[in-house]
């Protein structure tokens, strides 16, 4: 029990830098810790919620009444081309890992804000390349029976099915391999990489990243600029002019006013255009 918190604010945990404060917070450091923190869940009757880096994500500012089980299994071994990793670690620890070792496959993944779980779950990816390219085996737990689960040898669309078929099911570990390749070829890919985001994104402020799925056949920022969003504010909530699927927290941003933004284009799209733009982003707490 010493490793669980009550009342712990969750705004420090989230990229967007918005949300209250969760009933319970629980540090996963390995398996048997998120063990530990799914049984506690159990005997007190409360719902938990997975977290990893806390990007992809709005917390209502009312908080969140059940368990935050924060992924902090951070640690990761590499063999040859191959790196075990556990679900906690951070994109940018795996991509610097990668480099340093020679290792080529990861570039992609320079200045994503994710951790491995997440990543792996929701198939993260950029510039035409995605972790399903690269991952090799799966290990997770199911939060019903508590039983590990292993998910090898098969395509990531059979894994992808599993995990968005079973919400019982939390990643714990993943295996990926890699292919060895030039060093000073692989950190220019990573420099490139890098400067597109910060010539495109808005990382000065606090985000959660893209905000709508891209519709099929168009492109989600584009329809939202092409309304006049542009720029537009509501509170201290924003819809970056710099890239328009991005809604950023100027300071003291509330959920509201997220929501609001959100409720708008969602709009303004569908008078403009016909199309429905769907959120990619999470909500915990509404």
Known sequence: MGKIKENVSLLPFTTFKIGGKARYFFSAKNKEDIIEALKISKEKDIPFFILGNGSNLLVSDKGFSGMIIKMDNNSFEIKGSLIKAQAGVSLKDLVKASSLNSLSGLEWAAGIPGSVGGAVRGNAGAFGESMA??????????????????????????????????????????????????????????????????????????????????????????????????????????????????????????????????????????????????????????
């Not at 059979?158 to 060093?183: D, Q, V």
């Not at 509501?234 to 710099?242: E, H, P, T």
Request: contains cysteine.
């Open 133 to 286: 390219d690269i991952t090799k085996e799966v290990v997770a737990i199911d939060s019903s029976s508590l039983e590990t689960l292993s998910f090898g040898n098969c395509n990531f669309a059979y894994r992808e099915s599993i995990f968005k078929g079973n919400s019982n099911l939390i990643i714990i570990e993943a295996l990926f391999e890699l292919k060895k390749g030039n060093l000073e070829e692989i950190n220019d890919r990573i420099k490139k990489n890098l400067s597109y985001r910060k010539e495109r994104h808005p990382l000065d402020f606090p985000s959660a990243g893209s905000v709508f799925k891209n519709p099929e056949g168009f492109s989600a920022a584009k329809l939202i600029s092409e309304c006049g969003l542009l720029g537009k504010k509501i509170g201290k909530a924003q819809i970056s002019k710099k890239h328009p699927n991005f809604i950023i927290n100027l300071g003291g941003a509330k959920d509201k006013d997220v929501l609001s933004l959100i409720d708008l284009a969602k709009k303004e799209v569908k008078n403009k255009f016909g199309v429905d733009i769907k959120e990619e982003i999470k909500t915990l707490g509404f």
